[in-house]
């Protein structure tokens, strides 16, 4: 069974957050455990979500039964994203410490920590409180395998400019560990950078408008089970972009105002022929 554990925020009617993200991981035969952090019905961009933020008690708690089960050994893939506050980031980093720290048998493959740094975005800014944003940058980027963040959250980890792709190349290698970096943007496309110390690239695809909330949560969870699939960056990227571009084609066709994530279930697999592969320097 592979296994992932998703430290992020539940939202009962937007396909947002980690419970978007299990199901996006389903069609790939993930079994997600996902841990809220807020318990919302709606995502903020549409008015007061409702619900509230899950005390820092509760998720040390459900993380305590989970590890008591014994599956922190068993964990393959590690997300976190969205957090309401420090001390629920503080968790999470004791969480990652712990999965690693877990005894694994001979040949098992250790856990990948993706941190998705959900801090802000272009014209809205920092939607976290300050002591949340700083404590993601200080005890949750430093101990991912692969940081996904927007160009604007990017710029604000590094202090670099990111309006270009080369700009975002160059500031995703200051963060010194491989990154994901989505809302690049050239002419009429927008794209998607993977960066190592080795290699980058570029996926991109043409622009479209008023696109369902939830993208940036949806490429991680593909882009995690492309890790656990063992594709190699270049056949990685492409098939977590494509899933994306794919399902915000259907739900712009469909008139959807959320991710139509389980009827594009089989899709989510599939490279997208709207999708451009670049190599980067």
């Not at 994901?180 to 190592?196: F, H, K, P, Q």
């Not at 991680?220 to 890790?227: K, Q, R, S």
Request: charged fraction near 20%; charge should be neutral; proline fraction near 7%.
């Amino acid at each position: 069974m592979t296994l992932a554990l998703i430290i992020s925020s539940h939202v009962a009617a937007s396909r947002v957050g980690g419970s978007a993200q299990a199901l996006a991981l389903v069609p790939f035969k993930v079994d997600a455990m996902v841990v809220p952090t807020v318990l919302y019905g709606r995502h903020p961009g549409w008015g007061p979500p409702g619900g509230a933020a899950v005390p820092v008690e509760a998720i040390d708690g459900m993380l305590d039964g989970i590890e008591a089960n014994g599956y922190f050994a068993q964990v393959d893939l590690l997300i976190t994203g969205y957090f309401a506050s420090a001390p629920q980031v503080r968790a999470a980093a004791r969480a990652i410490d712990a999965v690693r720290a877990a005894p694994r048998e001979a040949g098992a493959r250790k856990a990948f920590v993706i941190v998705d740094p959900t801090l802000g975005d272009h014209g809205k800014g920092l939607y976290v409180p300050l002591d949340v944003a700083e404590a993601v940058t200080a005890d949750l980027v430093p101990r991912a395998d692969l940081v996904a963040c927007n160009t604007w959250e990017l710029q604000r980890l590094t202090g670099a400019e990111t309006r270009s792709p080369a700009q975002a190349l160059s500031a995703a290698r200051l963060l010194d560990k491989p990154a994901l970096i989505s809302s690049v943007v050239r002419e009429s496309e927008v794209g998607v950078i993977y960066a190592d110390r080795r290699e980058a690239w570029l996926a991109a695809h043409p622009r479209t408008a008023d696109a369902p909330q939830g993208t940036g949560d949806l490429l991680t969870a593909l882009y995690g089970a492309a890790v656990l699939d063992s594709l190699a960056p270049a056949y990685a990227l492409p098939r977590a972009v494509g899933g994306v571009a794919e399902t915000v084609s259907a739900a712009q066709m469909w008139k959807a105002p959320e991710l139509p994530l389980v009827a594009m279930a089989q899709r989510l697999k599939a490279i997208s022929p709207h999708v451009r592969m670049e190599r980067l320097k």
